[in-house]
T-cell receptor, first 112, second 110 residues
């Protein structure tokens, strides 16, 4: 449908561990953003990448980091996981002059 | 003050009813405005963009009042399939990042 795929779909990690979440999209979508959505909340902006460079960041600590690759895929890395990091993590892509954002289905992370 | 504020609801309405959602935003430099729909445990999907002149898409009408920093969504003739959370979204800044409200839950009953 949207051409945005996230992996894995579900994940359980232990407090203090590290996690890498992945997002892939069709070519031409050169802007990718990551969001954290806690239960009952709206998505919160983590950061945004454009042509492999971070060009925007929300109010998240440095242990949240990311990458965008030449094929437009992207990673979100979270170090030293905390219980409050349990949430749905969404990536969204936009391409060209379009402002519509297409979301992946999300990765549901549970930290125990 | 939150950047985008919405009444979380839930709004419980019968099929066929008309329902309206409101949203306010705090950043006067906001550039673009949207309503997204999110079904339970699914990703958000664009419902419609919002323009100062107002825009309509079938049973859905969106309005923007820049002076009051206020956005609205009107749904006429509600269907069971309209049950979802409606997210008010504002695009801010030179890098066009999206800021979401908390969402308003709509439950349409038979």
């Amino acid at each position: 449908e949207t051409g945005v795929t996230q992996s894995p779909t579900h994940l359980i990690k232990t407090r203090g561990q590290q996690v890498t979440l992945r997002c892939s999209s069709q070519s031409g979508h050169n802007t990718v953003s990551w969001y954290q959505q806690a239960l009952g909340q709206g998505p919160q902006f983590i950061f945004q990448y454009y042509r492999e460079e971070e060009n925007g960041r929300g109010n998240f600590p440095p242990r949240f980091s990311g990458l965008q690759f030449p094929n437009y895929s992207s990673e979100l890395n979270v170090n030293a996981l905390e219980l409050d990091d349990s949430a749905l993590y969404l990536c969204a892509i936009r391409g060209g002059a379009s402002t519509e954002a297409f979301f992946g289905q999300g990765t549901r992370l549970t930290v125990v | 003050r939150k950047e985008v504020e919405q009444d979380p609801g839930p709004f419980n309405v019968p099929e066929g009813a008309t329902v309206a959602f409101n949203c306010t935003y705090s950043n006067s430099a906001s550039q673009s405005f949207f309503w997204y729909r999110q079904d339970c445990r699914k990703e958000p999907k664009l419902l419609m963009s919002v323009y100062s002149s107002g825009n309509e898409d079938g049973r859905f009408t969106a309005q923007l009042n820049r002076a009051s920093q206020y956005i609205s969504l009107l749904i006429r003739d509600s269907k069971l399939s309209d049950s979802a959370t409606y997210l008010c979204v504002v695009m801010i800044g030179g890098y066009s990042t999206l800021t979401f409200g908390k969402g308003t839950m709509l439950l349409v009953s038979p």
